[in-house]
């Protein structure tokens, strides 16, 4: 999946900006509040972006921060919201905004939204409010928490390597680890469990 792109902004129009990576251009929607703060072309630019594969083509998004990534990713998981839409509300509202509008239970402001009727917004409502009852933090908890315990445990697993455990028993001795914990309180866990 493509995470980001870092290059220069070759254009863009209301929904899409153009960019240039080593001689290749992209094509990435975005939002038009995200749009309104990209540089002149021809200036470097950096945006995260969403890759969405489906059977007629391919289609990238653009994004400045990851909170406004993460919340595209939340809307386009409500049935019914699509990624224009999903950009129509980033285009609406600020990330802090939109997730203020989602937890109050507001509908009407969720109505707002180009394309959004009565029943989308109760069903965005619906959908989203319990996972983003504690604001934007709410974002990250099942989409940043993996990556960062997979990187501990990888850090904690090669230092048992390193002082002479085998694979096999550095794998046993990390089973069953605390959740969230830093590569140095997994170590101390293992090393316990290994009787070291």
């Known amino acids: 999946m493509i995470a980001f792109l870092k290059g220069t902004l070759a254009g863009k129009t209301t929904?899409?900006?153009?960019?240039e990576v080593s001689g290749v251009g992209y094509a990435v929607g975005m939002s038009q509040a995200s749009l309104s703060k990209l540089p002149e072309?021809?200036?470097?630019?950096e945006v995260h972006t969403y890759l969405q594969v489906r059977d007629d083509g391919l289609s990238l998004f653009g994004f400045l921060s990851l909170e406004e990534k993460a919340l595209f990713e939340r809307l386009i998981?409500?049935?019914?919201?699509?990624?224009?839409?999903?950009?129509?509300?980033?285009?609406?509202?600020?990330?802090?905004?939109?997730v203020s509008a989602i937890s109050a239970q507001d509908v009407a402001a969720?109505?707002?939204?180009p394309g959004v009727g009565k029943k989308t917004a109760s069903?965005?409502?619906?959908?989203?409010?319990?996972?983003?009852?504690?604001?934007l933090a709410g974002l990250?908890?099942?989409?940043?928490?993996?990556?960062?315990?997979?990187?501990?445990?990888?850090?904690?697993?090669?230092?048992?390597?390193?002082?002479?455990f085998t694979a096999a028993e550095a794998d046993l001795a990390l089973k069953g680890s605390p959740e969230g914990a830093d590569e140095g309180r997994l170590l101390q866990y293992?090393?316990?469990r290994l009787g070291a």
Do not use: C, W
């Open 123 to 135: 069903r965005i409502i619906l959908e989203l409010k319990g996972s983003l009852d504690q604001g």
């Open 77 to 98: 998981s409500v049935s019914g919201v699509g990624p224009k839409v999903a950009l129509a509300a980033l285009s609406s509202f600020t990330p802090a905004g939109l």
């Open 140 to 164: 990250f908890d099942e989409n940043e928490a993996a990556p960062v315990q997979a990187e501990s445990l990888k850090g904690a697993h090669e230092a048992l390597l390193s002082m002479g």
């Open 41 to 45: 072309a021809g200036s470097a630019v």
């Open 15 to 19: 929904t899409t900006a153009y960019i």
């Open 110 to 113: 969720v109505q707002r939204i």
């Open 190 to 192: 293992a090393l316990k």
